[in-house]
């Protein structure tokens, strides 16, 4: 079975950083296109970054410069550095792959979420 299991969130004051991880266990193929999106409370789910196997980088419209998404491809592995943390980062953070199954089937999956709460 395939899961997607994040960590790294935590509560945290205005201006520290953080680094979320997001770790694809269970007998796969290969991820494609892993990725992080955040969903504030009364917000829709928005995209902050996704990146390839190949590390091509799309960065959300609503995320400046304080995020770096980073994978490593042995380990399955993907990271999102967060610097200068505000409290309009506060949001449950969700890993998204996509992930080739050892039956060859092409699925995407999510993660539970990991909630970041940054205080002022």
């Known amino acids: 079975q395939v899961q997607l299991v994040e960590s790294g969130g935590g509560l945290v004051q205005a201006g520290e950083s953080l680094k979320l991880s997001c770790v694809v266990s269970?007998?796969?193929?290969?991820?494609?296109?892993m990725g992080w999106y955040r969903q504030a409370p009364g917000k829709e789910r928005e995209l902050v970054a996704s990146?390839?196997?190949?590390?091509?980088?799309n960065y959300g419209d609503s995320v400046e410069g304080r995020f770096t998404v980073s994978r490593d491809n042995v380990k399955n592995t993907v990271y999102l550095q967060i610097d200068r943390l505000k409290p309009e980062d506060t949001a449950v953070y969700h890993c998204?792959?996509?992930?080739?199954?050892?039956?060859?089937?092409?699925?995407?999956?999510w993660g539970q979420g990991t909630q970041v709460t940054v205080s002022s």
């Open positions: 990146i390839s196997v190949g590390g091509i980088r």
């Open positions: 269970g007998r796969i193929l290969g991820a494609y296109d």
């Open positions: 998204r792959a996509e992930i080739t199954e050892i039956s060859r089937t092409r699925r995407v999956y």
